[in-house]
């Protein structure tokens, strides 16, 4: 196969999924041209101005503004706004010649056959032979769209369907069309991944392809369920959200961010086109569903769907919900059940599903007759749409957001208990899994030699699931590869010298236990290995220290043993950074307070792109009291250079803590100064971090790792500089900006950074810093504010301002 590299893309149709494709594109450094229509109207604004249909400004209004729209939409689809200079913009009459210059053409136009073919003719004109040239149709057939194209077009030519928004949802589907090469396939497979940061999965030209045609059957499913049952929406999303390890939108939620018209085109296009399949009167719309659409109620982009946002009397928001058998609105009512409460001590949720089942109430009812019809479901689904059962999985957590496909689930609670429950609500499964049962094989999928295998229904045995090679998936190896464990880690050797320290406490807090556990992973790896990851994976590297203890501890006035704890702390953070070999961290999603200051004092972090980061200690009352205070004044003092303004360099590390700024990407934790140019580094695909993490710990290991020698020319500016702190944090509490008590977390922060009330600037050491950053820490949490703080962040999750 000849070498192809993507230095250019055009992207044709600008709308939300074509916006946001381009800015994904333009995210991994990929120069891109965005292409729409021409206005056929002059607006208010432009006919005041004087312009004409002829200016380039109107002649590009159209892209201009949908481009702008997303970039400033929120979440964000571009991971740093200077990325946005990538993309180009241009009108499909003016520009449509530079696509001869591109090496892939995506198109993103309105879903009609008629309009796509008259774009692809035009297409076919300009571009150069050999072209990549695909379609993101979430529900066109692949071969309708490439009728009557040159033979080159054909065979460069496929789907690939990117799920919105482009940046976060990790599906990336590829739909062969009857022409298209194997080469242009596998490339497009492993483009996606290593690349796009992507779940690759190649899929049958079939209507909705695979991500799609389950998970609205899941929804259609729960539409019809929901009245049977006697449910209202509140209960269908308490059970179909985070306990089943879905996002917290859950089904309705979902259904209103989605739009409740983009969920009936696609269910009615399955309808419409697969009269074949045994679940078809299931994609027919519940009366329900005709209603809210006859009155517009589509969800967040009309104001109302399953859910409405209401201003009360006293001009506080309430968020209503509508009643599906009156079809009115009414106050939302809470939703609980008794199985669900059997699992609240259950944190894995693979292991909750045994549970639900089991449940003797409408709960378990629902759950049994819910799971029995996606198994059956999906079980027909092969080979129809794929014929690899695995890739139904993939499509479901890369599509979707569900933390387990439902072959995974099916494992969990049991092949033969599925089969069970399927009986009982009359559900019939493929022949394939009753064979599979019948070979020997009691499991969908296992784990050998840390890789994932899955039943091949052809050749009836357990086959390596492909692609796994560049990735390590702790999930495979912790049994057979694990050193050491307790309640708060596991240390895992991933081989050729290298170590893996793997956080297992709740929301990977960090407290005593997963301390002790990463000392002992330096002792292990200073006295055997060559290098240690600091890595897992989990939804978020850690929230940061256990607030928990740091509060009965200060609540009981433990001082001592609050002093000792946060040294504890302390000095974790600088073994981490003076041990005799590299240690690498591998941060990802949420990366708060203690989980960044892990980060700022390894020799290397290799940061997922999707990384939250920041030290956000403020928003409990405190300053950072893991090294975090010291590491900013320390990385501002080697800023300092000649001529600079030295003081400006501080304050910017300074405002960095004060105003508890958190990166919305890896790339942002660079302009925070939490990661440094030239010495981290980011990958794309998170499924590649650890692997990625460890092959950087064995090249610093290799390469001659010298342990660093321990600093003590830490320049800080003394009086110079706390004196324009403190006058600062004076006027901005007396503008009300900040409370009383945010200014005096913030003079001890002030005083730290600036080290202290030293007559002229003077260097010191790491040590010197870090003891006062502990007193301000420790004199912090003797506030009465402090503790209101970290008791309403225990309860509620969310920040204080008192």
Not at 109 to 137: A, Q, W, Y
Not at 487 to 493: A, H, M, Q, T
Not at 549 to 564: C, G, K, S, T
Request: charged share 25%; aromatic share 8%; net charge neutral.
């Amino acid at each position: 196969m000849s070498k192809r590299i993507i230095n250019k893309v055009a992207v044709i149709g600008s709308g939300i999924m074509g916006s946001g494709i381009a800015c994904h594109f333009a995210n991994i450094g990929v120069e891109v041209l965005l292409l729409d229509i021409v206005p056929r109207d002059l607006t208010d604004a432009e006919k005041a101005k004087g312009l004409t249909l002829e200016d380039k400004v109107v002649r590009n209004r159209l892209v201009n503004t949908s481009l702008q729209t997303a970039l400033k939409s929120k979440p964000s689809p571009i991971y740093h706004q200077s990325f946005a200079s990538r993309i180009s913009t241009g009108n499909l009459e003016d520009d449509i010649t530079k696509v001869a210059d591109v090496d892939w053409i995506i198109e993103v136009v309105v879903e009609r056959l008629d309009i796509k073919k008259k774009v692809f003719e035009n297409l076919d004109k300009h571009r150069k032979p050999g072209t990549l040239i695909t379609s993101n149709t979430s529900g066109i057939p692949i071969k309708f769209m490439s009728e009557g194209r040159s033979d080159d077009f054909q065979a460069h030519f496929c789907g690939t369907h990117f799920f919105n928004p482009a940046r976060y949802l990790k599906l990336f589907e590829i739909i062969p069309g009857p022409k298209t090469s194997q080469d242009v396939l596998d490339f497009l497979n492993g483009y996606g991944e290593q690349f796009l940061g992507k779940t690759s999965v190649i899929a049958k030209d079939t209507p909705a392809f695979i991500g799609n045609r389950i998970g609205i059957f899941g929804i259609q499913s729960l539409f019809h369920q929901v009245k049977d049952l006697g449910l209202t929406i509140e209960e269908v999303d308490k059970l179909t959200g985070p306990v089943i390890g879905r996002p917290k939108s859950a089904t309705f939620r979902t259904v209103d961010v989605v739009g409740l018209d983009t969920l009936v085109h696609v269910a009615n296009g399955i309808y419409d086109n697969c009269p074949d399949d045994e679940a078809h009167d299931l994609f027919k719309l519940p009366d329900f569903i005709n209603t809210m659409m006859e009155n517009k109620w589509l969800g967040s982009k009309t104001g109302q769907g399953f859910y409405k946002k209401v201003k009360g009397d006293n001009g506080k928001s309430e968020i209503l919900s509508l009643d599906l058998d009156t079809l009115e609105y009414r106050s939302k009512k809470s939703a609980k059940f008794a199985t669900l409460e059997l699992t609240k001590s259950v944190d894995k949720v693979i292991n909750r599903f045994p549970i639900l089942v089991g449940g003797k109430d409408k709960a378990g009812d629902f759950y049994r007759k819910n799971f029995a019809a996606m198994f059956a479901y999906v079980s027909h689904r092969v080979p129809e749409i794929t014929d690899e059962f695995y890739k139904i999985d993939d499509a479901m957590k890369a599509g979707f957001g569900w933390e387990h496909g439902p072959f995974q689930i099916w494992d969990a609670i049991g092949v033969e208990k599925g089969l069970e429950i399927m009986k009982a609500e009359g559900k019939e499964p493929a022949s394939w899994v009753t064979e599979m049962l019948a070979s020997g094989s009691k499991s969908f999928y296992t784990v050998k030699d840390g890789a994932s295998y899955f039943y091949d229904i052809p050749s009836k045995t357990q086959t390596k699931v492909p692609g796994q090679d560049a990735f390590i998936i702790l999930d495979n190896i912790r049994k057979s590869k694990e050193v050491f464990k307790n309640s708060g880690v596991v240390i895992e050797d991933l081989g050729d010298g290298i170590l893996n320290c793997e956080f297992q406490s709740k929301m990977n807090t960090i407290g005593g236990d997963v301390l002790a556990g990463l000392n002992k992973a330096v002792d292990l790896a200073e006295k055997d290995f060559q290098g240690l990851v600091i890595g897992n994976q989990a939804a978020n590297f850690s929230v940061g220290a256990n607030i928990g203890m740091i509060f009965m501890m200060a609540v009981e006035q433990e001082y001592d043993e609050l002093n000792m704890a946060i040294k504890y702390f302390q000095d974790t953070m600088m073994r981490m950074r003076y041990s005799s070999i590299p240690t690498v961290a591998a941060p990802h999603g949420m990366t708060l307070g203690g989980g960044c200051e892990l980060s700022l004092h390894a020799d290397k972090v290799v940061a997922a792109a999707e990384t939250y980061i920041g030290l956000v200690e403020f928003g409990v009352g405190v300053i950072p009291g893991g090294g975090g205070s010291k590491e900013m004044a320390l990385r501002a003092s080697d800023l300092f250079h000649k001529g600079d303004v030295k003081l400006n360099v501080l304050q910017e590390y300074f405002l960095t803590i004060g105003m508890a700024k958190v990166s919305t990407s890896a790339y942002e934790a660079f302009d925070l100064g939490v990661l440094q140019k030239g010495k981290d580094v980011v990958v794309v695909n998170k499924d590649r971090q650890i692997a990625t993490a460890k092959a950087y710990a064995k090249l610093m290991a290799e390469q001659g790792y010298t342990q660093p020698i321990k600093r003590k020319d830490v320049k800080v500016l003394g009086k110079q500089a706390l004196g324009m702190f403190l006058v600062g944090t004076d006027s901005m509490e007396a503008s009300n900006y900040i409370s009383e008590h945010d200014q005096k977390i913030a003079n001890k922060l002030a005083y730290v950074m600036a080290g202290g009330d030293l007559s002229e600037p003077t260097a010191v050491s790491e040590q010197y810093l870090l003891d006062l950053e502990r007193e301000a820490f420790l004199s912090l949490c003797t506030e009465r504010k402090t503790l209101e703080r970290i008791q309403h962040m225990l309860k509620t999750g969310k920040p204080l301002r008192n």
